[in-house]
């Protein structure tokens, strides 16, 4: 299912209008989802309440859960709306598009789980997608959410020590 396709699915449920209710002033702030054969495929998709800063999230496969408020972890001094008039580069996109950089940059370092999120960062909204590869490393791509356009891709150790 592709990201859009969930939104408009949790904004269709009564988990969600409920919600909507009683956090008139939350906003869209992410959709996450990890491709690995041993889990679930299902978009997390997060909203920010800028009141209490807390980030709720909803997981959207068959059914809709909406998961307990959590404190916002977050870089920035701002969470970022996601703007979903700007996501014009679709999952399925995103997902070859990572792909194609993996096998072409970095051959030797296949993906064992694959963790995409859209959102909206410093550097714009972005397709964040990270391998966690065999060879114990990490490979970042990010992907401008309405260009196509490969913003940044860094392979980094899982074992790297920050000093």
């Given at each position: 299912?592709?990201?859009?396709?969930?939104?408009?699915?949790?904004?269709?449920?009564?988990?969600?209008?409920?919600?909507?209710k009683?956090?008139?002033?939350?906003?869209l702030?992410?959709?996450?989802?990890?491709l690995?054969?041993?889990?679930?495929?299902?978009?997390?998709?997060?909203?920010?309440s800028?009141k209490?800063?807390?980030?709720?999230?909803?997981?959207v496969n068959?059914?809709?859960?909406?998961?307990?408020?959590?404190?916002?972890?977050?870089?920035?001094k701002?969470?970022?709306?996601?703007?979903?008039s700007?996501?014009k580069v679709?999952?399925?996109?995103a997902i070859?598009k990572a792909?194609?950089?993996?096998?072409?940059?970095?051959?030797?370092?296949?993906?064992?789980?694959?963790?995409?999120?859209?959102?909206?960062?410093?550097?714009?909204q972005?397709?964040?997608?990270?391998y966690?590869?065999?060879?114990?490393?990490?490979l970042?791509?990010?992907?401008?959410?309405?260009?196509g356009?490969?913003?940044s891709d860094?392979?980094?150790?899982?074992f790297?020590?920050?000093?």
């Amino acid at each position: 299912m592709d990201f859009l396709e969930a939104l408009e699915k949790l904004k269709q449920s009564t988990v969600f209008k409920e919600f909507s209710k009683e956090h008139k002033d939350s906003y869209l702030t992410h959709g996450f989802i990890m491709l690995d054969a041993n889990i679930k495929k299902e978009w997390q998709i997060g909203y920010y309440s800028p009141k209490k800063d807390n980030i709720i999230t909803f997981c959207v496969n068959g059914d809709i859960m909406q998961n307990p408020e959590e404190k916002v972890f977050k870089k920035e001094k701002k969470v970022l709306k996601l703007d979903t008039s700007k996501i014009k580069v679709p999952f399925s996109e995103a997902i070859i598009k990572a792909n194609e950089i993996q096998k072409k940059k970095h051959p030797k370092h296949e993906p064992i789980k694959k963790i995409y999120i859209i959102q909206h960062l410093s550097e714009g909204q972005i397709w964040n997608v990270t391998y966690v590869t065999q060879t114990f490393n990490t490979l970042n791509i990010k992907i401008d959410s309405e260009t196509g356009k490969i913003v940044s891709d860094n392979l980094v150790s899982l074992f790297r020590v920050e000093k």
